[in-house]
């Protein structure tokens, strides 16, 4: 079933999904090469924690960090380890907080310094696929309509959309009802209604929509090996359009400054 929210929820949603993009503001200045993913991992859960909120993904199904972190072919999931970072890299980071009964969820890639063109063309059309699927949200839309919009954004560059990971519903569990996912047909799918939470998160890949899932149990990377981009935003339906509860404003500021 699909939980409705009150006002006051969404409040406390907003909260957990603002810490989030701070935290991801806060581990895009230290995104540098050099650095390893573990590092970023310990800055976020001390971030996390010193703002009153528990890292939502530790501990979540036996996950066994704060952040996923993805490099380069790296779908999703990735777990932070010792791999230092490359200039030319790209990295997936998911993070997400939980505080007064609550969750955040957000994610958002970076570039490591100087990338080439193609990859930026992947993180921009990306970013671009969420907004456009977020412009489709209000109270009487459909779920597929938000998947239609990604999709077409995605595969009009000729970047291809995964399948098997989707967005979702968000409130005091991470994952909720209705399954977003980021391909599908206009008009087809759940109404949305006014008070709803939702993750649109699209995962899209240069080369073939087909990934491998690791044997460490989490690791989604692309089959090809070619790169991969994730940019997710919570937002709360309303009769008006979307209410976007995550800041990509902050990660900006910080990453160009
Ligand atoms: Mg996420
Ligand atoms: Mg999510």
Known sequence: MIHLKTKEEIELLRENNTLVSLTLAEIGK???PGVTTRQLDRIAEEFIRSHGAVPGFLGYNGFPASLCISVNE???HGIPSDYVLNEGDIISVDCGTFMKGFYGDSAYTFAVGEIPADVRLLLDTTKEALYKGVAQVKAGARVGDISAAVQSTAEAEGFSVVRELVGHGLGRKMHEEPEVPNYG????GPVLKEGMVICIEPMINMGTRQVVFERDGWTVRTRDGKPSAHYEFAVAVTRDG???LTDFGVI??????
Do not use: L, M, P, S
């Open 30 to 32: 230290h995104i540098r």
């Open 74 to 76: 790296g779908v999703v």
């Open 242 to 244: 979307a209410d976007v």
């Open 185 to 188: 047909a206009k008009g087809r």
């Open 252 to 257: 900006e500021k910080a990453i160009n400054n």
